[in-house]
Structures are given as C-alpha cells and as structure tokens.
C-alpha cells in the first residue's frame, strides 16, 4: 500500500520502502523504481542486487528500461574481452555505461556517476536502504550516495 509520498512499505518491516519484489528482478534482472518521485533502478548483478538512481546524466533517459550488460575490454592487439557481464547498466537512448557497483560512468568515471543506494531483501521484497540489524533481513548494496 503506497504512503502518503507513493512510497510502497512492507508490511513485514514498518519502516521498509519497497522498490521492487524479488521474483521480478530475478526474471527481468534489471527493474526500474520510484521513491517519492525519484527514479531508481534495481539491478540483479552477479555481485548482488544494486540500486542506482534511475536517470541517465546524458539526456534523462530511465535507465531502468536499459540493459544490464558487460563491458567490452581492450587485450592484446585485436583482441577484445568482455567482461564483467551483467554488472554494466547501458542507457537505452544513447549507449551510455554505468557501473552497478559505483554508479560511474565507463567512458568517464571521475566526473560522470549516478548516485547509488543501500538495500535489503525483506518479505519477498527489495527494499531501500541498509538492513536493521534486528530484522535479519539480507543486506545487499552498498552505502554510498550523492
Ligand atoms: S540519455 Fe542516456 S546515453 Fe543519452
């Protein structure tokens, strides 16, 4: 039941925002949410689930309708890798590639990020923010923001 912001709450965890349901993510792999308005994406990265802000830097695009991909790397002479698969977010408008774990841009991380959050899992749920150590509840995410 959304709050009086249009934030989901869990009814298991009173003070959780609900961004998505689990068994969405693990059949879309890349789901977007709203909190108050924001638009975040939630990702389900081989490293664990990610929540970034969901508005490309480029132009607004919502990169929750992009892609979760790799990222193709440079060997030896003709030679390419692709690596660190389903950890990159790609916008759908223009290409851009995000880092699911810092929110960095591949082609430009020192000036161009989207902000990331911390989450948990809880009652089939992903849920925004860090676990209250009471609740059990499985952390995931990480804490860093901007
Ligand atoms: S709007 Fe995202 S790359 Fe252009």
């Given at each position: 039941m959304p709050d009086e912001h249009g934030a989901e709450r869990a009814?298991?965890?009173s003070d959780c925002v609900r961004l998505c349901r689990l068994d969405d993510?693990?059949?879309?792999?890349?789901?977007r949410a709203e909190v108050n308005g924001r638009e975040m994406v939630v990702v389900a990265s081989p490293r664990g689930i990610r929540v970034l802000r969901g508005l490309c830097p480029h132009q607004g695009a919502l990169l929750g309708l992009g892609v979760l991909c790799g990222h193709s790397a440079a060997g030896d002479i003709g030679e390419y890798r692709y690596e660190r698969v389903g950890e990159i977010v790609r916008c759908p408008w223009h290409g851009w590639e995000f880092d699911s774990e810092t929110g960095r841009s591949l082609h430009d991380p020192e000036r161009i990020r989207v902000a990331t959050y911390p989450s948990h899992t809880c009652g089939g749920h992903v849920?925004?923010?860090?676990?209250?150590?009471?609740?059990?509840?499985a952390g995931v995410g990480q804490p860093e923001d901007q």
């Open positions: 009814s298991a965890h993510l693990e059949r879309r792999r890349i789901v849920c925004l923010g860090a676990p209250a150590a009471a609740t059990g509840a």
